[in-house]
């Protein structure tokens, strides 16, 4: 048995297949599908959760011809999927799966035929993957229609810049429930679709110790970090959206929701979205003077990441750009208006170029109402709850301990620790894969249903719209760094200081 087979026999008890499809990718060439799709598609396949008789249509306006495009298929797999996963034959029956459409939605005289390649079947699934920019999900919603392509059981997948605000939102929601009805569209947020994301929800409600504790009695304040090392200057995307909508819009809203949210009744997609809406709408909304006193944003300068000298993002962007004060971190204070939350403040810091990758969300609790260790070295520290989401995926709990040994009571913090990496030996999937085939399976429980999309939109809005009319610039951060100084210094007038992980 080689190595592929073994791991192949390891993990196939828990592998349940799903049902045939034919996933039709509009814009099979574009990067989200060679970085993204196929290497998650590909995972899949090897731990035989899909058949054969499953197949992947590629939709785009390049002239390829199916051999082309497998051979597209091949590279993306040698270039996203790490080598010890690369096996020959499993990649020839991998790509033996896929076929290709040459297609321009915009332009009815150029609509590709793809009724030779989708099957009747109503056992097999139909689902449509628009990996494309959301100005053509209009047009391409209608392409499907006219074609005859729609069915009622079939499923389109969009996902995000969707709007670049609540106005712009609603019309690309409206563009596609024009033909497909709220059931049938998964609106990725691929954060939903990491391990430890979904985590949360074991953590919180798989467990009884947490839930008594989970309130603004015991908890002092929440904080949420998603912190990248790498630029986003040379991205052209990047400097329409700015850290605000790229990543506090929706993932780190996400992130919130999950943490803040009521005990749904099951784990049913709408009892889950049903909670998460209402946290999202008992956002207090920060307006107008509101947005100085509780949001930052900053742009990096040169600097220096784990010893290798980058640029500034204003030197990555391209000459008419030049001059943008598109933010590249922001920092902020949310607060839920609700009888669980309420004065538990919710501290965001997400950014481009700092000092590390580095994801997590630390529950600060309160401090203990009276210590008995009025003489004991060390006075006891409130615990802290640290949900990492990546990398070194984890959970720690800061406990306080007796330091163990003679020479009096003297305490100490230590950290209860649940290491993934030390405890799970298998390879953690990819958000995609598992985005991917729920959708095949037909659970939109890790998608966003459009009302939560909105809600997030009237919240950020407002920040948004300040930001674009305040005279003033980012604060400019060294790349390598946490970000500027007023994003601790936000936190520090609560009397409160962002973690860092020394233990
Ligand atoms: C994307 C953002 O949604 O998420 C990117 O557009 C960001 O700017 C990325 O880099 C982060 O995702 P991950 O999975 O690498 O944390």
């Not at 995972?43 to 035989?48: A, E, L, N, V, Y």
């Not at 590709?112 to 699934?125: C, E, F, I």
């Not at 600097?303 to 391209?318: A, K, N, R």
């Not at 095949?440 to 939109?457: C, K, P, Y």
Request: hydrophobic share 40%; with cysteine.
């Amino acid at each position: 048995m080689n190595y592929i087979e073994r791991r192949q026999t390891s993990v196939s008890s828990r592998i349940i297949p799903v049902q045939p499809f034919d996933y039709v990718v509009f814009g099979a060439t574009g990067d989200l599908t060679k970085r993204k799709l196929i290497p998650a598609l590909y995972h899949r396949f090897m731990d035989g959760q899909f058949d054969e008789q499953s197949r992947i249509i590629g939709v785009s306006r390049s002239k390829l011809t199916d051999a082309e495009f497998q051979k597209a298929a091949r590279d993306s797999i040698a270039q996203f999927v790490e080598k010890d996963y690369q096996d020959e034959k499993t990649v020839d029956r991998f790509v033996s799966t896929f076929s290709y459409v040459v297609n321009d939605v915009s332009d009815p005289a150029k609509w590709g035929d793809l009724s030779a390649k989708l099957r009747d079947d109503p056992k097999v699934v139909r689902a449509f993957y628009l990996a494309i920019a959301p100005d053509l999900f209009g047009p391409t919603c209608e392409y499907i229609k006219k074609q005859g392509y729609y069915r009622r059981d079939a499923r389109v997948v969009i996902e995000k810049p969707l709007g670049h605000d609540l106005k712009s939102s609603i019309e690309i929601n409206d563009e596609v429930s024009k033909i497909f009805a709220e059931d049938q569209v998964y609106r990725i947020d691929h954060y939903l679709g990491k391990e430890t994301v979904q985590n949360l929800l074991a953590l919180r409600f798989a467990n009884i110790l947490f839930e008594p504790v989970w309130n603004s009695a015991h908890i002092d304040h929440v904080q949420i970090t998603v912190a990248e090392s790498v630029g986003a200057g040379t991205r052209g995307y990047y400097d329409e959206s700015g850290a605000l909508r790229d990543m506090v819009q929706n993932h780190m809203l996400q992130l919130l929701c999950l943490v803040a949210m009521e005990p749904p009744a099951s784990d049913d997609a709408n009892a889950l979205r049903d909670e998460k809406l209402k946290v999202l709408r008992s956002l207090k909304p920060i307006r107008n003077g509101d947005v100085s006193r509780m949001t930052v944003r900053g742009q990096y300068r040169n600097g220096s990441i784990s010893g290798e000298v980058v640029p500034s993002y204003q030197d990555e962007l391209p000459a008419d750009r030049k001059g943008s004060k598109m933010e590249t971190f922001v920092a902020l204070k949310a607060e839920i208006e609700n009888w669980r939350w309420s004065g538990v403040p919710f501290y965001f810091r997400t950014g481009k170029r700092l000092a590390s990758r580095a994801s997590e969300i630390v529950i600060q609790f309160r401090n203990i109402p009276h210590s008995i260790f009025d003489h004991a070295e060390g006075a006891p520290k409130p615990n802290r709850l640290i949900i990492r989401i990546q990398p070194d995926e984890g959970v720690k709990l800061l406990m306080m301990i007796k330091d163990p040994g003679p020479g009096g009571m003297r305490l100490r913090e230590e950290p209860l620790n649940l290491s993934f990496a030390a405890t799970f030996t298998e390879r953690t999937p990819e958000a995609y894969e598992r985005l991917l085939l729920d959708v095949i399976r037909g659970s939109q429980t890790l998608f966003m249903r459009r009302d939560e999309l909105e809600a997030a939109w009237v919240w950020v809005d407002p920040i948004r719209d300040a930001w674009d009319k305040a005279t003033d610039s980012p604060h400019l951060y060294h790349a390598g760094t946490w970000g500027p100084s007023a994003a601790v210094a936000l936190i520090e007038r609560d009397g409160r200081t962002w973690h860092e992980d020394d233990n």
